[in-house]
């Protein structure tokens, strides 16, 4: 039901698909594979209400991101500063062996290895050192804007080494080690390319999976660890460089396999609007 998670005066006009001429606040569901504005679209199309209303999000997730989106409805937008700044938490799967420029599944593949010998304790030890206000530097595949370009723009020309990536400090009031478990290849490669393929637009799509085509194989035998992590943190936190400075601190690569945002602020997944 929509009206779950209004935050606002809900006495709003729903019929024959005109405008509601007055604030909410939204708890959408952003699918695997697109873009927030995406999801957006898609509740103008299956909400005629929403047609002509101005509509945003507070807190973006990457295509390959899915959970609580958090949608601003008319007069809401004039509180989005305060929207946006929500502690977020997040169920986090990372899997080791494979590193991207991107710190996820949809970017080239930079970096490939043997992390057979990763062990729970080794990844609960150092999960541990994330906790408190972290230094957290943004991805090269971000939307932050650095000399009038985002930084995706620098990383899509080959130019982001001859910038300093911006840092900001963040958060962590809780992060947990949920399990560990292995994927076999076949499933790893099926996940990665229905997961690409539901993405739209322009984002090296077919670059991309020529890469994974490269270190993985459909048929193969091989097994990869991953591991499953919740996350409670400030606004601003990225998930995928958790994932990625993990691999780090433990000397192999690693990336965001899965992102889950089951809440933000208030608003939880359980009673997110699915479209």
């Known amino acids: 039901m929509l009206a779950q998670n209004s935050s606002m005066d809900d006495k709003t006009e729903k019929s024959k698909g005109k405008p509601m001429r007055t ?12 873009t927030p504005r995406e999801c957006l679209e898609r509740l103008r199309v299956a909400k005629p209400e929403y047609q002509s209303e101005v509509l945003s999000y507070a807190g973006r997730l990457d295509p390959m991101a899915e959970g609580v989106l958090v949608c601003l409805v008319g007069s809401a937008n004039k509180m989005r500063d305060a929207y946006l700044e929500m502690n977020k938490e997040y169920v986090l ?41 972290v230094s957290q530097e943004y991805p090269p595949f971000s939307s932050k804007a650095v ?50 393929e539901k993405v739209q637009g322009d984002f090296r799509q077919e670059e991309i999976m020529r890469g994974w085509k490269r270190v993985l194989r459909a048929n193969g035998d091989r097994e990869f660890p991953c591991a499953t992590i919740k ?40 009673r997110s609007l699915k479209l």
């Open 23 to 34: 604030g909410r606040v939204l708890n959408l569901y952003k699918q695997l594979g697109e």
């Open 93 to 133: 799967d990372v899997l080791f062996g494979f590193s991207t420029d991107t710190y996820d599944v949809l970017g080239r593949v930079v970096e490939h290895g043997d992390p057979a010998d990763i062990t729970k304790a080794e990844i609960a030890k150092v999960l541990n050192e994330f906790r408190g206000p």
């Open 147 to 196: 000399e009038g370009k985002s930084l995706f723009e620098w990383a899509r020309l080959g130019s982001i080494s001859t910038i300093v990536l911006p840092r900001r400090t963040v958060t962590i009031y809780d992060i947990e080690l949920q399990g560990v478990y292995k994927i076999e290849e076949p499933a790893l490669f099926n996940y990665i390319e229905s997961g690409i």
């Open 231 to 270: 996350i409670s943190c400030s606004s601003g936190t990225y998930a995928r460089s958790i994932a990625q400075g993990l691999g780090q601190q433990l000397g192999v690569p690693a990336l965001a396999l899965h992102i889950l945002r089951t809440q933000a602020g208030e608003y939880r997944v359980e």
